[in-house]
């Protein structure tokens, strides 16, 4: 099986940074693109930012130039750095990516547990 395992969220300021990492671990043949979602109270999760495998990336206009998806190819991880953070921010953040596991030729679409950012103003 594949896990992804989310973690670096917490409370911050508004106008702080944190860093989220999702890890994928199992196994894994390749990952092809890795996304960042969230869902704030009241809302329908939303998508964030993508990476592929070749590292094109995408952005929401609401976190463009605000957050940067990176990803480390050597450890199965994408991250998320968010700069500049607002309240509007606050929501629980969701990786996601499409993994081809070992033996397998398909790509099957894996989440992450989720973790919370909360941002004071």
């Known amino acids: 099986q594949v896990q992804l395992v989310e973690s670096g969220g917490g409370l911050v300021q508004a106008e702080g940074s944190l860093r989220l990492s999702c890890a994928a671990s199992?196994?894994?043949?390749?990952?092809?693109?890795m996304v960042w979602y969230r869902q704030a109270p009241g809302k329908q999760r939303e998508l964030v930012a993508v990476?592929?495998?070749?590292?094109?990336?995408n952005y929401a206009d609401s976190v463009k130039g605000r957050f940067t998806i990176s990803r480390d190819n050597a450890k199965d991880t994408v991250y998320l750095q968010m700069n500049s953070l607002k309240a509007e921010d606050t929501a629980v953040y969701y990786c996601?990516?499409?993994?081809?596991?070992?033996?397998?030729?398909?790509?099957?679409?894996?989440w992450g547990q989720g973790t919370q950012v909360t941002v004071s103003s």
């Open positions: 199992g196994s894994i043949f390749s990952i092809n693109d």
């Open positions: 996601n990516a499409a993994v081809k596991r070992t033996f397998c030729l398909s790509s099957v679409v894996y």
């Open positions: 990476i592929t495998s070749g590292g094109n990336t």
